[in-house]
């Protein structure tokens, strides 16, 4: 089976990101990324971008796109959309990454409607953090799913991916997956560092149950993608909890045919 893993970061020699991939077993290289996505069949992977604007700060190995990171104060003179755009105009560039919750706005704000519309104009996903941060800093109120609901209705012809399927407001995340044809979910996030997974899903039973009944409530298994969000978890683990997600009937679509075509990787 192939997989494209459709969430992770890269940021080789980061000091936040080494602490984290070693507690999830891994390194945070180039190479150690490379051989472990060969060994589990991981083709290719996107990248959330979190490296600013400069076209010269994302170069990626050629097995990674990335996504374009943004947040509003990278959006404050119409050069800074001119640099969105060119980001777009390339080929490795697979669409657009927001962050509320980490910085304090919500995705309806008249700043990002300038990138809705280049999102548009090439057809390119924007991709959304939505539910639970990373840092006691960030504001939750800006990354429920429900917020979600509005842009997408605002911007029926962007295609908008909902990051962590919005966990932990699952019931939400599904209501608005199943209601809009234009929004997919990602399922990165949903595990952190190096588990005992048959343990952890012994001991967080309701929480799994409750996550694999709002997937499958959507009835929309073409719009659910396969993502690790790496590197916070162990990648073997991570595609071991997604198999036991997802009906075998749906593996192709999750694991890899969905992310191909949303983020139009041609593979």
């Given at each position: 089976?192939?997989?494209?893993?459709?969430?992770?970061?890269?940021?080789?020699?980061?000091?936040?990101?080494?602490?984290?991939?070693?507690?999830?077993?891994?390194?945070?290289?180039?190479?150690?990324?490379?051989?472990?996505?060969?060994?589990?069949?991981?083709?290719?992977?996107?990248?959330?971008?979190?490296?600013?604007?400069?076209?010269?700060?994302?170069?990626?190995?050629?097995?990674?796109?990335?996504?374009?990171?943004?947040?509003?104060?990278?959006?404050?003179?119409?050069?800074?959309?001119?640099?969105?755009?060119?980001?777009?105009?390339?080929?490795?560039?697979?669409?657009?990454?927001?962050?509320?919750?980490?910085?304090?706005?919500?995705?309806?704000?008249?700043?990002?409607?300038?990138?809705y519309a280049l999102a548009e104009k090439y057809r390119k996903p924007v991709a959304i953090h939505m539910g639970v941060t990373a840092g006691n800093n960030a504001l939750l109120k800006y990354t429920h799913p429900l917020t979600l609901d509005e842009a997408a209705v605002k911007h029926p012809n962007v295609q908008f991916v909902m990051c962590h399927f919005g966990n932990p407001w699952l019931a939400d995340a599904a209501a608005v997956t199943a209601k809009n044809d234009n929004v997919a979910a990602d399922l990165s996030g949903l595990l952190e560092g190096h588990t005992d997974l048959p343990k952890l899903m012994e001991e967080q039973k309701g929480y799994f149950d409750f996550l694999r009944t709002w997937i499958a409530y959507t009835g929309h298994y073409e719009r659910f993608l396969f993502g690790t969000d790496w590197p916070l978890a162990n990648l073997k683990e991570y595609i071991d909890l997604t198999l036991q997600l997802i009906p075998s009937a749906h593996w192709d679509e999750v694991f890899f045919a969905n992310a191909n075509r949303i983020y139009h990787l041609g593979l």
């Open positions: 089976m192939r997989i494209i893993d459709a969430h992770l970061h890269f940021w080789p020699g980061e000091p936040y990101f080494d602490e984290i991939a070693r507690n999830a077993g891994h390194k945070n290289t180039e190479v150690h990324l490379h051989c472990e996505y060969e060994k589990l069949g991981i083709v290719a992977g996107i990248v959330m971008g979190n490296r600013g604007l400069s076209l010269e700060a994302h170069q990626y190995p050629n097995f990674l796109r990335y996504c374009i990171g943004l947040d509003q104060d990278k959006l404050k003179t119409p050069e800074d959309i001119d640099l969105v755009e060119s980001h777009l105009q390339r080929d490795i560039c697979t669409g657009i990454k927001l962050y509320p919750g980490y910085h304090p706005f919500y995705i309806t704000d008249f700043i990002f409607e300038p990138v």
